[in-house]
Each structure stands twice: as C-alpha cells, then as structure tokens.
Nanobody, 122 residues
Framework: QVQLVESGGGLVQAGGSLRLSCAASGRTFRNYAMGWFRQAPGKEREFVSAISWSGSSYADSVKGRFTISRDNAKNTVYLQMDSLKPEDTAVYYC?????????????????WGQGTQVTVSS
C-alpha cells in the first residue's frame, strides 16, 4: 500500500514557476514508477510527466518547461514547473505504478494522491 500526498500548488502569474512535491509512504517507493497528471474543469485527466527506471517522459504541452525528478531517500517525487501558462491551470495529481511501462495511461497507476490546485493567471 502506498499513500501519496501532494503539496506546492498555488496561484502564480503567467511566466512564473512552481515546484510540486509528492511524498509517498512505504519502504518500496524506489520500486514504483511515478507520474504526474492534471485535470482542468470539464476536461479529462491528462498525462503530464513520468519517471521510471528507464528515465523520464513528458507530454508535448509541457516539454521544455517542466522537469520531473525523484529523491528515493526522501520518498518524494517533484515536478518543477517553469514558464507557466494559463492553460496549465488544473488540479495536479501524482500517482504510483508498480509497472515501469504504459505510464501515459491513468489505468497503469495503482495509487493516487488527493491533488493540488495550480492556478496560472494571465
């Protein structure tokens, strides 16, 4: 069982930065691939980024602006978000997957956090 708690969301102006954190419980954190998803009002939850044994991946919409990283000693995954745009406004969720593939799919993930709101003003 893995419990995930996100933090770091907030209100920021366009062009600004935020760093999201996701703290995980459990001693097997290093065995999980971790992902970030987001959901805007009236839209489906969408893939943002993931990190696995084979590296990191990003949605085209955030590539070059967002950076995912993890600290296995702290059981934490991060999402550094730079050059934020109003269209990045959403609730951001972190998720954990025992599988190291298929990480763009919500169905791959077994555990989800409660989400943190990110609002980017123009």
């Amino acid at each position: 069982q893995v419990q995930l708690v996100e933090s770091g969301g907030g209100l920021v102006q366009a062009g600004g930065s935020l760093r999201l954190s996701c703290a995980a419980s459990g001693r097997t954190f290093r065995n999980y691939a971790m992902g970030w998803f987001r959901q805007a009002p009236g839209k489906e939850r969408e893939f943002v980024s993931a990190i696995s044994w084979s590296g990191s991946s990003y949605a085209d919409s955030v590539k070059g602006r967002f950076t995912i990283s993890r600290d296995n000693a702290k059981n934490t995954v991060y999402l550094q978000m730079d050059s934020l745009k109003p269209e990045d406004t959403a609730v951001y969720y972190c998720a954990a997957s025992p599988a190291q593939y298929g990480l763009v799919l919500t169905t791959t993930y077994h555990y989800w956090g409660q989400g943190t709101q990110v609002t980017v003003s123009s």
